[in-house]
């Protein structure tokens, strides 16, 4: 990065005095000896200060110096001196450097560009590296929302309703609004056992829900993996970390173990994570020599990534993909299927098509910024298109019902979206309410009751609290049950393996 510095004049004044006393005996200018020099130099320079400090403290214009070896920062300084010379306040130096910088980066309009205060760059590490706390959710900065790329598996933003595209319009009251995404963490991450409430929009509902979340460690484990009958299994890659290859080697050496004949990759609501892991994985299902991706940078020049594998896996492969999978996942999604020949099931992914690259500054704080795009091996650009599966299948309709806030207590005689909600939740459970349209009668509390009863939970028609909890958890235990993606991609496997 080059480094603007302010000049030194203490040291240019001296450098050019050393200059200047180095003279041509044979010229015809008159000497001076060098202590004379020096005294006459240093009265002048006096003089000249106490002529400039007066028409500064009395003149109608005040006089501000940019001292910059380049001209295009000439403005900045001018702005810097302005009003740190005029301002009604005195100014936090730091402060105004900080802004400076991430103004300068907000003016990209790039989401995935950003400058990131010491807290926020501790963030960022740690949510690669190693565990942190909060509430487990891949986000960014899209169309000026906060936008959930992901949910963590296993995490409390899953555990509460979070899905793909919601968009979180407040926390704990206060705006997101005009917030980049790593000011957006900073005020959602806390400490384990605390509680955060988000105001979440749902595509497609007519009004934000509030969602209360407990925080809790989010453990960087991204490899879950189990045999699901038939000789086949399931591994699902949450997101691309440090040892993210290591653990999926590691994983497919175990399940070969226990039979497996055909695999299953999941990598829906994969927010991706790091390019080397992501190059790592997809070498060891595409054949060696055969490419990856490319990476194009702003001039044009296309660099070519080819696996370093020797060769096909001994077993036949298939893909599932959704709006959640981004970044790293669609390069392995985009590389299997392009150089492997690798079904692809779900729907069509993310699609962020550039490549970032974080520097530190010495005060630790952090700079994440677009430094190329990549394509896929036959050179396709997936930003903001996304990557097309070869069998699109959606999940079932109440997979995406919206969030019900577990604070809000839903009885009989009341109406509201968040009824009706609830009323499409038991009825996909099996406790059908025998309506769908908002209005809490009695057959709804009937309903209601009878799923209290079979999950022991006080019978009393009423859902709040650990009812609406358990209802949201049942469901999403159903959706699992009946994962019709899933189902597809073992058909489609068993088609391979035959």
Do not use: C
């Amino acid at each position: 990065m080059k480094v603007v510095r302010v000049l030194d004049e203490q040291n240019f004044e001296q450098e050019h005095l050393e200059q200047e006393q180095v003279t041509d005996k044979k010229s015809g200018y008159m000497h001076i000896k060098k202590f004379h020099f020096i005294l006459i130099l240093f009265f002048l320079v006096l003089l000249s200060t106490g002529i400039t400090t007066f028409a500064l403290s009395f003149g109608e214009e005040k006089v501000i110096t940019v001292g910059t070896e380049r001209s295009e920062f000439d403005k900045l300084y001018e702005a810097y001196d302005t009003l740190k010379s005029g301002y009604f306040q005195e100014l936090d130096q730091k402060k105004l450097i900080n802004g400076a910088i991430d103004g300068m980066v907000k003016a990209l309009d790039d989401p995935y560009t950003d400058y990131m205060s010491v807290e926020e760059a501790e963030n960022f590490h740690s949510s690669i590296n190693s565990s942190f706390q909060g509430i487990g959710a891949e986000i960014q900065e899209k169309d000026g929302h906060i936008t959930i790329v992901s949910p963590i598996k296993g995490s409390p933003a899953e555990k509460a309703g979070l899905k793909p595209n919601d968009i979180i319009m407040a926390v704990d009251g206060k705006s997101l609004q005009g917030m980049t995404s790593t000011e957006a963490v900073t005020i959602i991450r806390g400490k384990k056992g605390t509680k955060v409430e988000l105001t979440i929009q749902r595509p497609g509902t007519d009004a934000p829900v509030k969602v209360p979340i407990i925080r809790d460690d989010i453990p960087i484990e991204t490899v879950y993996g189990e045999m699901v009958g038939d000789g086949i299994a399931k591994v699902h890659v949450t997101s691309f970390s440090t040892n993210t290859s290591k653990d999926l080697a590691a994983k497919l050496n175990e399940l070969q173990k226990e039979g497996m004949k055909g695999l299953v990759l999941d990598l829906r609501q994969n927010p991706g994570g790091l390019l080397d892991e992501a190059i790592s994985i997809s070498s060891m299902f595409v054949p060696k020599g055969k490419l990856i991706l490319k990476v194009e940078d702003r001039n044009g020049k296309i660099e070519e990534y080819p696996s370093q594998n020797d060769g096909n896996p001994d077993f036949p492969l298939v893909v599932l993909i959704d709006k959640g999978s981004a970044s790293a996942s669609e390069i392995l999604a985009g590389a299997v299927s392009e150089s492997a020949g690798v079904k692809l099931i779900g729907e069509t992914s993310f699609g962020k098509g550039t490549v970032q690259t974080a520097k530190d500054f010495s005060d630790k704080s952090n700079i994440k910024f677009t430094t190329a795009k990549w394509l896929t091996p036959n050179g396709n650009w997936i930003h903001k298109k996304g990557i097309k599966p070869d069998f699109e299948v959606p999940l079932p309709e109440y997979a995406s019902l919206p969030i019900i806030n577990p604070d809000k207590e839903l009885k009989l005689s009341s109406s509201s979206s968040e009824v009706e909600t609830a009323q499409k939740m038991l009825k996909a459970i099996g406790f059908d309410p025998g309506r769908v349209d908002g209005f809490f009668d009695e057959k709804t509390q009937e309903a209601v009751s009878s799923f209290q009863t079979a999950n022991n939970l006080p019978a009393d028609g009423v859902l709040k609290g650990d009812s609406t909890i358990k209802l949201m958890e049942k469901l999403r235990e159903m959706i699992e049950t009946n994962d019709t993606q899933l189902q597809k991609a073992i058909e489609v496997l068993k088609e391979e393996m035959k």
